[in-house]
């Protein structure tokens, strides 16, 4: 791990950790083992977990930023987004796997925010692994309760003619926001407004950025 | 004990108070993205199903969640559904992580891939 990433994202948009050079846990003996017997009694082999990580890795919120400005250029392909998140997403290549896929849609008086209040659903498949907050107590208990005091923690204030939507997953079932474009940026390709898509725009715990900021 | 007040079980938590949420983050280990990968591949291959992960982790309790990191549940978790499938024993789990612990004091130590 490099030492000079301190305030710097890592490929899945989160900060670098400190070096693991703490002694062996428990918890990591028993994945060392477990994976080892897995290997031995043929269930997977070295080669198959390496490229599962890597498949992990390269999964990030651009993945989910490319299939909303496409839906934000395309309005044949944001209906079909909206009526099946799954198979619209497949269309762009991204393969969301068995689970549903919901693409809730953010407009003047709508705001939409995802949370799994029972453990960490995510729409993994197109953002990557969730974030430790989002896996976090807090905004599992609350974001159903208080939303706009949760969102008002991230940055985003609504006003009061703004109806919010909680939308709670499960394991079969995902959410994914499909955030609102923002204004004056008629003249902007896919690829530059796809720039403009964050990660919590598409959890609903921020807003697409403005292209002069 | 698993149950509160309103009926609901502790990994329950949709309309609790609690703190502010929290913003620090940490990306994820090499033995953290190994144990999501071992279950993204036992679960696809119908060694144990998503729901097995769930039962299992909602049966933890609320101590594992405030004293175990998200993938120390999930590694406990996995090998818990791995015996009850009967794809290795207890014993041979016991023998290995005896053998893994010989091998060094670091994780990359006790690690051989």
């Known amino acids: 791990m490099p030492h000079d990433h301190h305030d710097h994202l890592s490929p899945s948009g989160h900060p670098y950790r400190a070096d693991d050079d703490t002694p062996l846990s428990y918890w990591q003996t028993m994945e060392i083992a477990v994976r080892e017997l897995l290997v031995e009694k043929n269930v997977t082999t070295p080669e198959e977990i390496n490229a599962q990580i890597d498949k992990m890795d390269a999964?990030?919120?651009?993945?989910g930023a490319a299939v909303v400005a496409r839906a934000w250029v395309d309005p044949d392909f944001k209906q079909r987004l909206l009526k099946d998140g799954s198979a619209a997403s497949l269309e762009m290549g991204f393969d969301v796997g068995p689970m549903h896929l919901i693409a809730v849609e953010n407009t003047q008086d709508t705001h939409n925010i995802i949370v799994c209040t029972l453990c960490s659903c995510y729409p993994r498949n197109l953002l990557?692994?969730?974030p430790d907050w989002y896996k976090s107590r807090a905004y599992r208990s609350r974001t159903v309760k208080e939303p706009r005091k949760v969102l008002s923690e991230f940055g985003v204030t609504l006003g009061e003619n703004v109806t919010v939507r909680v939308h709670d997953s499960t394991a079969d079932m995902r959410y994914v926001v499909l955030p609102a474009r923002p204004k004056d940026t008629?003249?902007?390709s896919e690829a530059e407004l796809a720039?403009?898509?964050t990660r919590d725009s598409m959890i609903g715990t921020g807003v697409a950025r403005n292209p002069s900021t | 004990m698993n149950i509160k007040k309103n009926g609901h079980r502790w990994h329950d938590?949709?309309?609790q108070d609690a703190g502010a949420v929290p913003q620090n983050q940490h990306d994820f280990s090499l033995w953290e993205k190994r144990v999501d990968a071992l279950m993204i591949v036992a679960s696809s291959k119908g060694y144990f199903t998503v729901d097995g992960l769930r039962r299992s982790l909602e049966d933890m309790g609320e101590y594992a969640f405030e004293n175990m990191s998200y993938y120390e549940r999930w590694?406990?978790?996995i090998n818990q559904n791995l015996i009850e499938s009967g794809t290795y024993t207890l014993e041979e789990l016991g023998a290995k992580m005896a053998q893994v612990q010989k091998r060094g004091e670091t994780y990359g130590e006790a690690n051989l891939g």
């Open chain 1, 186 to 188: 008629d003249g902007l």
């Open chain 2, 75 to 77: 590694i406990a978790s």
């Open chain 1, 59 to 63: 999964r990030s919120p651009a993945i």
């Open chain 2, 13 to 15: 938590m949709g309309g």
């Open chain 1, 195 to 197: 720039s403009l898509v």
């Open chain 1, 128 to 130: 990557g692994l969730p």
